[in-house]
Nanobody, 126 residues
């Protein structure tokens, strides 16, 4: 069993940056694919970014490509999401997720992931 705990959310202004962290407890998440998703009020949860264990395979949603960076420190059981040039459309609850399987095209799909965190709120004011 893996428990995921996100942190780092907050209220920022447009153009600011934030770094989200997600720590995995319970067992090492080495070998797991890690993803970030977000859900805005009244919207469905959507893919943001995903990374395989080694960092060789990374994918981003088009809306965040060039602004957000996913990274991980396997020694610390932690995955990060660096978010730059934030805009109000980035306002959402951000979730990290872990997948026991292999990285694939399905790594952008919600149903792929076995474990989810509780989410951290990011609010961007204009």
């Amino acid at each position: 069993q893996v428990q995921l705990v996100e942190s780092g959310g907050g209220l920022v202004q447009a153009g600011d940056s934030l770094r989200l962290s997600c720590v995995a407890f319970g067992r090492s998440f080495s070998g797991y694919v890690m993803g970030w998703f977000r859900q805005a009020p009244g919207q469905e949860r959507e893919f943001v970014a995903a990374m395989d264990w080694s960092g060789d395979s990374i994918d981003y949603a088009g809306s965040v490509k060039g602004r957000f960076t996913i990274s991980r420190d396997n020694a610390k059981n932690t995955v990060y999401l660096q978010m730059n040039s934030l805009n109000p459309e980035d306002t959402a609850v951000y979730y990290c997720a872990a997948d026991r399987g292999q990285y694939s095209l399905a790594s952008s799909k919600i149903a792929t992931y076995n474990y989810w965190g509780q989410g951290t709120q990011v609010t961007v004011s204009s």
